[in-house]
């Protein structure tokens, strides 16, 4: 069964894939000279302030840093249930 | 006559930055243009040996510059090609003993007597290479896939970006791929490190046992035929030289007949 597995599936691409996730972040916080917990500081501040105006599921409340060619972007998804006037 | 003045740095050590210099040096010297090696790691000489030139270092580039000999007395010539010469570095100086405007000075006379200056820069993102590249208006950057070096790559390319003005353009060589990690998923592939780096890509150098030979002997695998890390180096120096030359085929590599059988079953696999 091995042998099949080693002749028919495609090995999964784990090891790569997580290089490439870690190299990616770890670049973005070089380049912006960006300390590892400053991050989620200024994601409870967003929390905070947006829940002044609005009730958001934080449950499905997202944060996500991308990458355009050599600058970054924060990515910031908060799903609003209602408004708080 | 106005040569270009080429830097190969890397941040890193140990990823083949000199081992780069040394066979880009004759491959391009190779196509017939007159080349100038510098070897600017001052205190740890190493050009030299990869060139096989070790015996025949009399003056060095700190002598140059302290005004001890001429330029051209200082310069060592190819054993194998006329239109090649080394610019030895001190081994008993340190980095100190050169500021970046002796360094521009030397390169702008270089440039008058070659067609092409490479000069191969310290590891660090210090004074030695605020030196190296102090005379360049271009920079080759080498990178192996691994995460530690690629992370120093990134932070040369941003202390290259931050000298937009005389640097006109700098390029990557990745060395060491292993191709048959890449396809088997172990390491980043060439367009992962490409994309985390935004950088143009010069060229690819496979994983070859065939350069500590070649170190050993004191004879760049360029100047050998038949070896595959020799011809991607050959390939670089065409595409300096500005050839549009398409990337070899680095699964070909692989082509055992075990993988060959692998691949008719399962062409994804491949």
Redesign the interface.
């Known amino acids: 069964m091995q042998v099949l597995n080693w002749?028919?599936?495609?090995?999964?691409?784990?090891?790569?894939?997580k290089?490439?996730d870690?190299?990616?972040l770890?670049?973005i916080h070089?380049?912006l000279e960006l300390p590892a917990d400053r991050l989620s500081s200024l994601e409870e501040e967003l929390i905070a302030v947006v829940s002044r105006y609005f009730d958001i599921d934080r449950e499905t409340t997202r944060f996500d840093l991308q990458?355009y060619?050599?600058r970054a972007a924060l990515i910031a998804n908060f799903p609003l249930l209602r408004s708080k006037c | 006559m106005s040569g270009r003045v080429i830097v190969i740095t890397s941040g890193k050590g140990g990823v083949g930055k000199t081992t780069a210099s040394a066979n880009i040096g004759v491959a391009l010297a190779q196509t017939g243009v007159s080349v100038a090696m510098v070897d600017m790691d001052i205190g740890l000489r190493n050009l030299d040996i990869l060139m096989g030139l070790e015996n025949r270092v009399v003056y060095n580039l700190v002598d140059v510059i302290e005004e001890r000999c001429k330029l051209r007395q200082a310069l060592v010539k190819d054993k194998r090609l006329p239109n090649l010469c080394l610019l030895p570095a001190a081994q008993t100086r340190d980095k100190t003993a050169v500021n970046a405007d002796q360094m521009k000075t030397l390169c702008n006379e270089l440039k008058t007597l070659f067609d092409y200056v490479i000069v191969d820069s310290p590891a660090g993102i210090e004074s030695g290479f605020q030196n190296a590249v102090a005379g360049a208006e271009e920079a080759v950057v080498i990178t192996t896939p691994e995460m530690s070096a690629v992370r120093d790559a990134d932070r040369i390319i941003g202390l290259l970006e931050a000298r937009k003005d005389e640097i006109s353009q700098y390029r990557l060589v990745l060395n060491r791929i292993r191709p048959s990690m890449v396809k088997t998923n172990d390491m980043m592939s060439v367009d992962d490190v490409l994309e985390i780096l935004s950088i143009k890509l010069l060229g690819v150098v496979p994983e070859d046992e065939g350069i500590i030979v070649s170190t050993n002997k004191g004879e760049p695998i360029a100047g050998t035929d038949n070896t595959r890390s020799g011809l991607a180096f050959r390939n670089i120096a065409r595409r300096l030289r500005g050839e549009d030359v398409p990337l070899m085929d680095l699964d070909e590599l692989n082509q055992g007949w075990l993988n060959k059988v692998v691949k008719f079953f399962n062409p994804a696999r491949a």
Not at chain 1, 7 to 17: A, G, H, I, L, P
């Open positions: 002749f028919f599936q495609r090995k999964n691409e784990s090891v790569r894939t290089a490439k870690r190299m990616r770890m670049l070089d380049r990458q060619e050599r």
